[in-house]
């Protein structure tokens, strides 16, 4: 019999683990452990059996280095052995050694399963136990094959020990989490509800992490819980500190009990039982004034057991989010906690509150945090709790305080720590755009974000500012003008040097009249950043370069001689080497009308979710895989996607670029109508899913149409168009992309492509709400004589819309002959029952097939001449409606798709405007005059066409604009 | 919860307990990770942080880190308080347990664990409860096989702590002063 020592039994244990202890280096740890693997190895090996106690002392050492982070490979079938043993030493330390070093050996698992069976029916507790917390510990599916029928009824049975059904109910959660489908409650479901119950704080305690579990899965199966989890919450919070003896914690009658109930309650709305309701609401209330009692004890186990409970209780009342007496009272006790000297809770108070700023019921009152929320984030010392001061500055921000919170979330970054730059920076990002009033706002904070934290700015945010800028005439002047003032700075971030490049070569000519800022310094000013840059950026320069010479001929000669630079167009990058030449020769060879076509202004982005918002959630939370995917749509359509192709060299200039984004080049003119590709309608699938409907404020263009109740009305018959949809129609003569219409529960996004007499249009109807929409229909119609000026053709679409998701629709249309009326959209749908009936008008006007003719003065003259008979001209004197500025006046003349002569007019203030309207019967010249004067606020708008109703129906849609 | 670690403040891991399913390999990567960041961390910091998609609680009771993984929707507060509890019960059944203690009992730690928590939820959160399971086993334990066992007492490894020459272990009452005091035994 082997001698042992006073300790555990177990002296060779403890000798071997000295000797770790005591080895000076890594490699004598190794040394000594390879000695001791060899001479187990050589025991269990060996011929003479060995005893219970060696076998577990061995199996031991194994665990032991198994657990310094070496492999075994071997010593499991001992341990099984030890399994069988009748000794309760060596049957815990091979549960112990099986439970840790799982094997998935089958053969082994039998074994093991078998000795589990034993010792699940010896009807010795101790023993049970001990196998019940193998299976817990291991959770395998095997386990589960075994063991799933079996557990339920040792958790059920009358005779079974307390202490067996607390294991038994811990290692049926496990179970049921890891195979779900092998744990059938069924026929148990009722009798393990009522071990709420139980007499004994210990069964209740385990059992209620199972219901919890199973609740939160199977809600209804499991309702009967609430209300006795309800009169169990409500006899302990009611009991004195000492009634529950060994459960009270430091004075805290059982707190982990109390956390539990609270937590399962959060699996179930409140309570329909009013006199349930109003025992819990008591409930609440009493765990809300204990708060404010002094406290019992000044252990610190004694005021987080406390608070534990302060808190689960402030999470129920955010989830049912219905009593604002107690959603009030619970934002005041976090405002205490935001003060209180333990950072732990002021770190929970900011957590909680962030969710407390979502209700409406106490968004205000947690807004009048707002300094110290501030204060926290400047003054905390630890980032974990800067962290949730800026989540709260995020959450509480409103139209009200954004100025505000932008402006300290901006300061912060300045030395905000590495770690949460870039997401504050999306943040901030985020916000600027989404309570952007005034767009110069927006361009600000944007390019200062750029300027404090250059190298955090993701591409997602510059590419949205961009998208804004392009999307957004009226601050497009705004913007060439700051960035233009950006980059004077010595040094500036290359990403601000990305943004100039590209807003420059769009709209430099909206600054270029002002000496100061004329076409050659601006060129200058970009090109002393040019070697400063990293290759995609200098892609991005050279593009704009050739942009430039568009815009202002008088650059031409300067940037030639740049890109026949040898540095350029023998560059060793073939990326800026293809682009110097290609850009070189499109220069010199094009001529002035081929020239702006290919390099006309970007077309509007179409509507979409912020590529930032979708950054944050990846960064944020699950579901990134959707996310990841929408992201690089995402990109490949910032770079011009779906609207280019066309020229060859380009083409191919773009193939070899995948994403450097530098691409300025939208070839919307010369690209093919059959161009589809709007991936930006599954873009906004997403938008819905996952954010909700408030995510979609932060699309840029929602020109302020405002959601009005959805008219419900009863009948199948088309409605009448909405009383605002002329007003819709108006705003897409000048642009083809946007909102068209949008409510509580719709909201439609046009997208729209037109080339001759041919035009074609995506619609992209989103559900906004969570319930599918059904009998989803829409239709089409040209009333009148329409009929036959229009030829619209459209596909049907799909019955139902499911809760959050998207359907597209394309219509075809073809201009027969000229028409003054707009085709109706109406659109039918049931939710939730009700019949759901708009009509809208198509924003199809006639100006969509003007083509823009560019002509001499002499010549345009020449055809004004032509047009003199009074039919032929329409006239309209009229009060501007909006500002006079100049380049917002440009870009709507061009919106109409005339194109807009210099030089014609003798008046430089006036506006002088060609083009060709294109129906399949004739072709109609028009020429257009705007004659501003600004002392008067008035305009005077004259169109002459060959035709008198175009003439009159385009000086109507234009009168409209200004 | 979905796993707990303690570690020494040499970065040691003294105890490892998974309540869900992750490969070796994972399971080093975590630790590793984990032990990184709150040893980075300064004494006066908030015990929460979050970790992934998991918020990690943690807690220093002398030379040893108690760090727990938990999910979004658990409870910080009262997770430090399991945290206290288990090391309350380590106390109560060592007598004034030290860092050595765990290296040299470290089954002890495993068994004591398993009677607190199960599947990563509380079995019992009685402090007389658990250990009486505890004290039920180590009856059966002293079944005489080998002659008499006992339980391992403070004062025996005391003794055979100052055999190998180390550092008298810290005693409870130090354990629960704040981490500042920096006791350091190995």
Redesign the interface.
């Known amino acids: 019999m082997p001698a042992v020592s006073k300790g555990d039994g177990m002296r060779g244990l403890a000798v071997f683990i000295s000797d770790i202890r005591n080895c000076k280096s890594k490699e004598a740890e190794i040394k000594r452990i390879n000695k001791e693997l060899a001479n187990i190895r050589s025991k269990f090996k060996g011929d003479k059996a060995l005893d219970g106690y060696s076998k577990k002392k061995y199996v031991c050492k194994l665990l032991f280095i198994f657990l310094l982070g070496h492999d075994i490979d071997f010593g499991h079938m001992e341990a099984v052995n030890l399994l069988s043993s009748n000794k309760y030493t060596e049957k815990q330390i091979g549960y112990l050694f099986i439970s840790v070093l799982v094997n998935s050996n089958s053969e082994l698992i039998r074994l093991i399963n078998n000795a589990i069976k034993n010792d699940l029916s010896s009807r010795n507790p101790t023993f049970m136990c001990l196998a019940l917390h193998c299976i817990a510990n291991v959770g395998s599916r095997e386990m589960a094959e075994a063991f799933a029928g079996e557990i339920p009824r040792i958790l059920v049975a009358g005779d079974t020990m307390d202490s067996v059904k607390q294991s038994a109910a811990l290692c049926l959660l496990r179970l049921y989490k890891a195979s779900p489908d092998l744990v059938l409650m069924g026929e148990w479901t009722s009798r393990v509800v009522h071990l709420l119950n139980d007499q004994h704080m210990g069964v209740v305690t385990a059992a209620i992490s199972l219901i919890t579990c199973l609740s939160s899965k199977n809600p209804d199966e499991f309702k009967t819980c609430v209300s006795l989890a309800v009169s169990r919450l409500s006899r302990i919070v009611s009991s004195a500190s000492t009634d529950l003896q060994d459960y009270t914690y430091y004075f805290v009658p059982a707190p982990w009990l109390s956390c539990k109930l609270l937590r399962l309650l959060q699996c179930y709305p409140p309570p329909e039982d009013g006199a349930v309701k109003g025992r819990l609401v008591e409930c609440l209330e009493t765990i809300l004034n204990k708060a404010q009692e002094p406290p019992k004890s000044k252990k610190v186990q004694h005021s987080n057991a406390k608070n534990a409970i302060l808190f689960e209780a402030i999470s129920l009342i955010i989830h049912y989010d219905s009593e604002p007496n107690l959603l009030v009272r619970a934002c005041n006790q976090l405002g205490q906690f935001l003060q209180h000297r333990e950072t732990n809770l002021r770190y929970l108070a900011l957590e909680s509150m962030c969710t407390l700023a979502s209700s409406e019921f106490s968004h205000e009152a947690v807004k009048t945090h707002i300094e110290t929320v501030i204060n926290a984030l400047k003054t905390e010392r630890d980032v974990s709790v800067r962290q949730r001061a800026a989540d709260l500055l995020y959450a509480m921000c409103d139209r009200s305080n954004a100025k505000q919170i932008v402006a300290e979330m901006l300061s912060y970054l300045e030395t905000a720590d590495y770690s949460i730059r870039e997401e504050m920076v999306l943040k901030v990002a985020i916000l600027a755009e989404k309570y952007a009033v005034d767009y110069s706002w927006y361009v600000d904070t944007i390019l200062n974000l750029i300027r404090i934290a250059g190298d955090y700015v993701s591409e997602e945010v510059w590419y949205r500012v961009i998208q804004i800028v392009i999307n957004r005439d009226d601050v497009q002047g705004y913007a060439a003008k700051t960035v233009f003032e950006a980059l004077q700075a010595p040094a500036c971030h290359e990403n601000m040097v990305k943004v100039g490049g590209y807003i420059l070569g769009e709209f430099g000519n909206l600054i270029a009249g002002d000496p100061r800022s004329s076409p050659l310094v601006q060129f200058n000013l970009l090109h002393s950043k040019f070697h400063l840059c990293s290759v995609p950026t200098r892609a991005l320069l050279l593009s704009a370069y050739i942009k430039f010479i568009n815009l202002f001929p008088e650059t031409k000669a300067t940037i030639q001689e740049v890109l026949r630079s040898d540095s350029q167009i023998r560059n060793s990058d073939v990326e800026l080497q293809q682009r110097a030449v290609e850009y070189l020769k499109l220069s010199s060879i094009a001529s002035t009308d081929v020239l702006a076509t290919v390099l006309e202004e970007m077309p509007p982005f179409p509507e979409r979710e912020s590529s930032i918002l979708a950054k944050l959630k990846k960064k944020k939370g699950p579901g990134a895989v959707s996310v990841e995917l929408e992201d690089g749509k995402e990109r490949g359509e910032l770079n011009g996607g779906g609207d280019r192709g066309g020229d060859a060299a380009i083409a191919a200039s773009n193939a070899s670029t995948p994403s450097p984004s530098a691409d300025l080049l939208g070839l919307r003119s010369t690209a093919p109508v059959s161009g589809t590709t709007p991936s930006a309608g599954s873009l906004l699938v997403d938008v819905f899913s996952e954010a909700g409907p408030s995510a979609t404020s932060a699309g840029v263009n929602d020109d302020g149409f405002l959601s009005s109740a959805p008219p419900t009305v009863a009948s199948e018959d088309p409605a009448p168009p909405l009383p605002e949809s002329d007003e819709l129609l108006n705003k897409f003569v000048c642009k083809n992309n946007g909102v068209l219409f949008e409510n509580q529960l719709l909201q439609i996004g046009i997208k729209s492509e037109y080339r001759q007499n041919l035009g074609r249009m995506y619609l992209f109807y989103g559900n906004k709400t969570s319930v599918q929409f059904v009998s989803f229909n829409t239709t089409v119609s040209c009333p009148g004589e329409l009929q036959s000026q229009l030829n619209v053709q459209t596909k049907t679409v799909e019955p139902l819309v499911e809760g959050g998701a998207q359907v597209q629709q394309v219509i075809n249309i073809e201009c027969l002959t000229d028409f003054i009326d707009a085709p109706l959209l109406n659109i039918k749908f049931r939710y939730g029952g009700a019949l759901q009936n708009i009509s809208l008008k198509l924003p199809v006007t006639i100006n969509k097939f003007f083509q823009p003719t560019e002509m001499a003065a002499a010549d345009f003259f020449q055809r004004w001449k032509q047009l003199s008979q009074p039919q032929q001209e329409a006239q309209k004197i009229f009060k501007a409606s909006h500002g006079m500025d100049t380049e917002v006046l440009k870009a709507k003349l061009l919106g109409l798709g005339t194109a807009l002569l210099e030089n014609v007019d003798p008046n430089p203030e006036n506006y002088v405007c060609a083009g060709v309207i294109q129906t399949k019967a004739q072709q109609v010249g028009c020429l257009l005059r705007l004659e501003p004067n600004a002392q008067a606020q008035m305009y005077r708008l004259t169109l002459r066409s060959s035709k008198d109703t175009v003439s009159q129906r385009v000086c109507d849609l234009l009168a409209e604009q200004f | 919860m979905q796993f707990m670690l303690l570690f020494s403040r040499q970065g040691k891991?003294r105890l490892?307990k998974w309540?869900v399913?992750l490969s070796?390999k994972e399971k080093?990567k975590i630790t590793r990770e984990l032990v990184q960041t709150v040893l980075a961390r300064?004494p006066?910091?908030?015990?929460?942080?979050?970790w992934r998609?998991l918020k990690v609680v943690y807690k220093r009771y002398a030379s040893l880190y108690f760090c727990c993984a938990i999910e979004n929707?658990d409870?910080?507060?009262?997770t430090?308080?399991?945290i206290?509890?288990y090391v309350e019960l380590l106390d109560k059944y060592f007598g004034s347990v030290c860092e050595l203690d765990i290296?040299?009992?470290?089954?002890k730690a495993?068994?004591i664990l398993?009677e607190f928590l199960?599947?990563?939820?509380?079995?019992?959160?009685?402090?007389?409860?658990v250990l009486k399971?505890i004290e039920?086993?180590d009856l059966?334990?002293s079944?005489p096989?080998?002659?008499v066992?006992?339980?391992?007492s403070y004062s025996?490894w005391c003794e055979?702590a100052s055999?190998?020459g180390?550092n008298q272990p810290v005693s409870y009452s130090a354990w629960c002063e704040p981490a500042s005091q920096s006791v350091s035994m190995v």
């Open positions: 891991l490892q309540y399913p070796d080093k300064k006066k910091m908030c015990s929460f942080l979050e998609d929707q409870n910080e507060l009262i430090l308080e399991i206290h509890r290296i040299f009992n470290f089954e495993y068994f398993d199960l599947g990563g939820e509380a079995q019992d959160t009685s402090k007389k409860n399971a039920q086993a059966l334990r079944v096989l080998h002659g066992i006992q339980p391992v025996a055979l055999q190998h180390v």
